[in-house]
């Protein structure tokens, strides 16, 4: 569970543990601690017992069942970030390819341009744009179309849900979605809840998870303080109408 040759947690699963947890690992450890195994362990039996909070490093922690279809349990997988992982899968085609002429050349005769070869990375890409699930044409029957055909949310495609597999729950309308994704706005048939569109103020941060705006209430009165929330965030805090 300790070596980092094995398994990367990533900064957004080492965030996603802290916050669960109320452990105050550094964001770029990016293995298991013993401090993690143990707050796990006394979370389940808190969880079983019927408690209902915990002590934690950072503070109080709730301990309750996690519910799949809130938001502060689903991120979002940006354009970038997936094209990063076909680049990713190229680099280590071509490494496989230069690892294989060093051992057959003559150490004397061997050149970077005998040794690397580009085609990996350029068909890994070229895969990702031309066969991917989540690859389309954009929508360009007017401006407002392609601006909201980019705002696009999807719960398909690699590591994703399947049309056939999808219940109700997950295509409904979920309490954190407020803010967040339109309820409104998306397909009829089969694809009905699975794809969404950003709402008009929502924005996505640093890790993935939608975060949506709202005004600071400071004794009694509305401040111009506009804090941006993820869908956890929001769970510790009394939302009122704006009215």
Known sequence: ???????DLAKVGRYKLNKKLGVNAEITQGTLTEEDIVATIEYLVR?????????????????????????????????GELIQNQVRLGMARMERV??????????EAITPQTLINIRPVVASIREFFGTSQLSQFMDQVNPLAGLTHKRR????????????RAGMEVRDVHPSHYGRMCPIETPEGPNIGLI??????????????VETPYRRVVDGRVTEQID???ADEEDRYVIAQAN
């Open 228 to 230: 941006y929330l993820t």
């Open 196 to 209: 969404g569109s950003l709402a008009s103020y929502a924005r996505i941060n640093a890790f993935g998870f």
């Open 153 to 164: 949310l999807n719960a398909l495609g690699p590591g994703g849900l399947s049309r056939e």
């Open 98 to 107: 230069v690892r294989e002429r060093m051992t057959t050349q003559d150490v």
């Open 1 to 7: 569970y300790f070596n980092p040759k094995r398994y």
């Open 47 to 79: 969880l079983h017992a019927g408690e209902e909070t915990m002590p934690g490093a950072t503070g109080e922690v709730v301990v309750e069942a996690d519910d799949i279809d809130h938001f502060g349990n689903r991120r979002l997988r940006t354009v």
